[in-house]
């Protein structure tokens, strides 16, 4: 006499319409095996290995003005004051050499300061230097591009002055917002947001001449926005599914009873007729 083994299996089946791959399940399996993006704000300086120094990246055109009076001037409340400043910078002549583009690499402290783009260090000061211009490029800091990652990295890219007054000089204040994203094999990358307000003033010199500038006056916030990039932990998929099979089958065993108990009593009315 023999015993088929099978008929003493103690577990339960699951359904084969369950065990099918579906669309559904391929996207819930894709979507823990993809990275999020998880932000946070707190009061700190990440990049204590800067030197107290911020990259910057400048690139302005000036279409109404010659390279030879186009200059770069840096000042800061620890004292800096730099007139005409020509490292890692590159002037590009526009317009048959009536305008000019501007690029350039440099680096502030972190304390309060400004930096202009100006007329101060040409030898001979133009009559009516226009500084209508068109802002192409304001950066601090490495150069963040992720994926679901939007800030206001380059918050002045675009801006466009050329319908302003010539003479006029342009105000740009900055509040500089310190940002660290950190990958998932925990490397980190410093940058900068900003925010930025603007006003259009004419300024004259103490002779009563105008010499107008295009002034980007920055401040540093205090708080400091951090982007974590990880996985959500395997055990939460693995909940997650346990609980949509646990769930199936809850549902699945009331209908049945539900059903059952119908059926039932379906029955006993139909006997007590037949009685």
């Not at 083994?5 to 089946?13: A, G, N, S």
């Not at 369950?18 to 979507?31: E, M, R, S, V």
């Not at 059952?260 to 009685?275: L, N, R, Y």
Request: glycine share 8%; net charge neutral.
């Amino acid at each position: 006499m023999t015993f088929d083994v099978r008929r003493f299996d103690i577990y339960r089946k699951v359904p084969k319409d369950l065990t099918q791959p579906t669309y559904t399940g391929a996207f819930k399996l894709t979507g823990f095996i993809a990275t999020e993006i998880v932000n946070e704000l707190y009061v700190d300086d990440p990049d204590k290995d800067s030197g107290g120094k911020i990259d910057v990246s400048l690139n302005i055109s000036l279409p109404n003005l010659h390279c030879d009076l186009v200059g770069l001037d840096i000042q800061d409340e620890m004292g800096r004051h730099e007139v005409g400043h020509i490292d890692n910078s590159m002037k590009v002549p526009l317009n048959n050499g009536h305008g000019c583009r501007f690029e350039g690499e440099f680096s502030i402290n972190k304390v309060p300061g400004n930096f202009h783009v100006s007329t101060h260090s040409a030898t001979a000061q133009p009559q009516s230097p226009d500084m209508t211009h068109i802002i192409h490029k304001l950066a601090f800091g490495e150069k963040l591009q992720v994926q679901h990652v939007q800030g206001a990295f380059n918050a002045l890219g675009g801006a466009n002055r050329l319908q302003s007054n010539a003479l006029a000089s342009h105000d740009y204040i900055l509040k500089i917002v310190p940002t660290v994203y950190e990958d998932l094999g925990g490397k980190q990358r410093f940058s900068y947001q900003y925010t930025v307000a603007n006003k259009e003033y004419v300024a004259y010199s103490h002779t009563g001449r105008i010499i107008p500038a295009i002034w980007f006056r920055y401040d540093l916030s205090p708080i400091t926005v951090r982007y974590t990039e990880r996985r959500q932990p395997f055990y939460r998929f693995i909940t997650t599914i346990c609980a949509i099979i646990g769930g199936t089958f809850t549902v699945a065993g009331i209908i049945d009873s539900c059903i059952f108990t119908a059926s039932e009593a379906w029955k006993k009315i139909q006997i007590g007729k037949m009685s």
